[in-house]
């Protein structure tokens, strides 16, 4: 799940509650049960390994690094204008 602390959003593994600091490391998990299939389905984070086992082997698992890829794709960014955003955000010590 993704909370948000003073520095900013996290992404937070759903099934031990810890922070996820490497997304090389961890997965996104789309429920592929058919009630979900309207598109209202609750995507769990969770690290690769450790917590996966503990996923139901039914649901679709996708590398978090391109979920968050097509997460960005699908809000009309690009990597060009969130490079621009992060040298603005340095350049003003945000
Ligand atoms: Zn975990």
Redesign the pocket.
């Known amino acids: 799940m993704i909370q948000t602390q003073s520095s900013g959003p996290i992404i937070v ?1 759903d ?2 509650g ?1 922070r996820i600091t490497d997304a090389k490391m961890a997965l996104a998990v789309m429920p592929n049960s058919k009630k979900y299939q309207n598109g209202n389905g609750r995507v769990l984070h ?2 690769k390994e ?2 996966q086992a503990e996923v139901d082997e039914q649901e679709g698992t996708d590398e978090l690094t391109r979920h968050i890829r097509h997460l960005i794709t699908n809000v009309n960014l690009t990597l060009k204008e969130l490079e621009e955003e992060d040298r603005i955000d340095r350049d003003f010590d945000i």
Do not use: E, G, R
Request: proline residues 0%; contains cysteine; aromatic residues 0%.
């Open positions: 593994c099934i031990c810890k969770v690290h450790s917590c």
